[in-house]
């Protein structure tokens, strides 16, 4: 049975459990490159392979961009 989240504001889904870590992976985000806000609390790095995805999560990915 799929997870239903909010990933940047809009409709995702995922086919099974995953940890925030697994979804990065399935996305091809390198986990240094950003910040991830879950329900509007900011996770530390070392805890992304510890936290499930639940139905309903919203989820904000913030990249690093540098520049100048």
């Given at each position: ?61 913030i ?6």
């Amino acid at each position: 049975m799929p997870i239903h989240i909010t990933l940047n504001g809009k409709p995702h889904a995922v086919e099974h459990r995953m940890d925030i870590l697994s979804l990065l992976e399935t996305l091809k985000v390198p986990p240094a490159s950003v910040v991830v806000e879950r329900n509007r609390n900011i996770l530390h790095r070392d805890m992304f392979d510890r936290i499930v995805l639940k139905d309903g999560d919203e989820l904000e990915l913030i990249r690093f961009v540098g520049g100048g």
